[in-house]
């Protein structure tokens, strides 16, 4: 049976019209529309054979022509449209809406929008932007979930027309990739959160090697499950040297990952040019790009991009790919979020590394302060008592040397359980402490009678490195003196010039008797000079610049400590002058021919 679609005001068409038709011996269904609008779809139905408009329903001829080319170019359009009637039914759809619903052209329609589309999930914001458009006459839009793991942005909007029932036009656009783009976006940055995350077990109970080794296998995951990565390379960049130092190597040829590359522009790969230059590098092709140095050897591109922390290169990352032209911008993207969480977890775990060296460090320092004093008290009192028993009792005097090195023995092992205990390799290097290397292991003699002074030498000095003794008078010097040589033996005496027994000048000399050469400091008040000693001292060997006037800073301190160390004869064997030995301070050396320098 024929259709035809009449267009016009009552419930059955005119009996003219009826009557003219009534001859095709299949019969004529009338199919009443209520608009031209609503007409036009119906025109998709293979068995419509005309359309009648009455007069008043008849638009501009100018209009039906725009109505036509606005149905043709809404058909190819890349986005998709629909039509809806107020039941939210489909009246018409163009291609590329059926085809995201998988259903084929010509789809007989009348389904709502949501069976068209498999009942998708709706994720917001709008819980149905086609009520909400429907009842308040306004836009709306929200996002649909399909089946097929699709996103949908779909926007709602109105047609305003006096003689039309109430119809939605509906334009969806696929957002997949933008959903699935922030969704690896919030992986990657909760993947970072947890590279981080180190719990308090994991802080107290694992060993930096132990630490570093997972972080190296979240790396690894992350990057192979969340980003696709399976060649990966991750360098970390010793500042000192400019050395580039492997962490983490998956996938990449052994004498690759073996070689030395530098933080340098050029003549060491994209690498060492990203670290040198902290700017990101994508070689399409490296059979074409003069940077690339081979790292495996089916690798036809790379993405490599520093691993920055507050705009300080800590090192690189990289990855390769066996086809050409493999990473994308977004891949750089999604590489460089990564890289800085990387950076930041390769800093926590410095921090926590250095926090932990610092503590054990702090405890070392707080034992070997409370028993310093206590130690140079066994030491005096040792050396008293065995002044005492000299060719009386030399089983005595070999006990009370057996107390002596024991009590020196205290310090030592308190200071090797603190190196052992502070991690310092994986530790940033200070600066300071390598400026005063050269005062690690002297063995330093104070002689003060106030208490705080010798309690000061201890904290001040020892951190370091020096090995520290005190006296608290002159004899009591002499004595400490006596009773040390070989590696026991002082480098260094400091003592203040007014002591209670004599001054720091007569302990000089008395000094000279049982050395070869006294490297002394002299300590005195600002003008306190009684019998101008300090000129005596100079006169008889003291360096032009062993003198400190209290108050003095630290620094002072230490630049006279190591004037004095640096002016001292080394002995024989350690690369010094071979001294006479009937030569006091002072005198001429000899070479092992005689003859005089």
């Not at 498999?118 to 709306?140: K, R, V, Y």
């Not at 029932?165 to 334009?171: D, E, G, M, S, Y």
């Not at 077990?201 to 630490?211: A, G, K, L, P, S």
């Not at 610092?358 to 034992?367: L, P, W």
Request: proline letters at 5%.
């Amino acid at each position: 049976m024929s259709k035809i679609i009449w267009v016009g005001d009552g419930d059955v068409p005119p009996e003219g019209l009826i009557a003219d038709t009534a001859s095709d011996p299949g019969g004529v269904q009338w199919v009443r529309s209520d608009s031209v609008v609503e007409a036009f779809p119906l025109l998709e139905e293979e068995d419509v054979v005309g359309v009648w408009l009455e007069r008043n329903s008849l638009p501009q001829i100018s209009e039906v022509r725009g109505i036509s080319q606005s149905g043709l170019m809404l058909r190819d359009m890349p986005e998709g449209v629909a039509l809806l009637d107020s039941d939210l039914r489909v009246i018409w759809a163009n291609r590329q809406l059926l085809q995201w619903a998988g259903r084929e052209e010509g789809t007989p329609l009348g389904m709502t929008f949501y069976e068209l589309l498999h009942n998708p999930e709706i994720m917001g914001p709008d819980f149905c932007p086609f009520h909400t458009s429907l009842a308040t006459g306004d836009q709306s839009h929200s996002t649909l979930h399909s089946a097929g793991s699709q996103y949908f942005k779909v926007h709602a909007a109105p047609i305003h027309s006096a003689d039309a029932p109430r119809h939605l036009i509906v334009t969806i656009s696929d957002i997949t990739e933008e959903i699935l783009q922030e969704q690896k976006l919030a992986a990657i940055h909760q993947a970072g959160r947890e590279l981080a995350d180190l719990r308090p077990n994991e802080i107290f109970m694992m060993e930096v090697d132990e630490r570093i080794d997972l972080l190296k296998d979240n790396i690894q995951h992350y990057l192979r499950d969340l980003l696709n990565f399976e060649v990966i390379e991750i360098r970390v960049l010793e500042q000192s040297t400019g050395d580039l130092l492997p962490l983490l190597s998956v996938g990449i040829d052994e004498e690759a990952s073996d070689r030395r590359l530098l933080a340098r522009m050029h003549e060491n790969g994209i690498t060492g040019y990203v670290a040198a230059s902290g700017v990101p590098y994508i070689c399409h092709d490296v059979l074409n790009d003069p940077l690339f140095i081979p790292g495996v050897a089916n690798a036809r591109s790379s993405l490599t991009v520093p691993l920055i922390l507050h705009d300080q290169v800590l090192g690189t990352i990289n990855v390769e790919s066996p086809d050409v032209s493999a990473f994308s911008d977004s891949d750089l993207q999604f590489l460089e979020i990564f890289a800085r969480d990387i950076a930041f977890a390769l800093n926590t775990l410095e921090l926590l590394v250095a926090q932990k060296a610092n503590t054990a460090q702090q405890s070392c320092d707080a034992i070997h302060s409370a028993v310093a004093m206590p130690v140079d008290a066994i030491l005096n009192d040792a050396v008293h008592v065995m002044e005492g028993y000299i060719g009386h009792s030399p089983e005595v005097m070999d006990r009370l040397g057996r107390i002596l090195q024991n009590s020196r023995d205290i310090k030592r092992t308190i200071q090797q359980i603190g190196q052992k205990m502070t991690p310092l390799e994986a530790v940033a290097a200070d600066e300071k402490s390598e400026q005063h290397a050269a005062l690690r292991g002297q063995r330093i003699l104070v002689v003060d009678e106030d208490e705080q002074v010798r309690e000061d030498a201890h904290r001040l000095l020892e951190k370091y490195g020096c090995v520290v003794e005190t006296a608290h008078a002159g004899d009591e010097a002499v004595l400490m003196v006596r009773r040390s040589g070989g590696e026991d033996s002082y480098d260094a005496i400091i003592s203040d010039i007014r002591l209670s027994d004599y001054s720091g000048y007569q302990l000089m000399l008395r000094l000279g008797k049982l050395m070869d050469h006294v490297p002394m400091i002299l300590m005195t008040g600002f003008g306190y000079d009684p019998g101008h000693s300090i000129v005596k001292a100079k006169q008889n060997g003291l360096h032009p610049k062993a003198v400190l006037y209290k108050p003095f800073r630290l620094d002072q301190l230490i630049d006279v400590l190591k004037t004095v160390l640096e002016a001292t004869p080394k002995p024989p064997g350690d690369g010094g002058d071979l001294a006479d030995e009937e030569n006091g301070a002072g005198h001429p050396t000899t070479t092992s021919s005689g003859a005089r320098p």
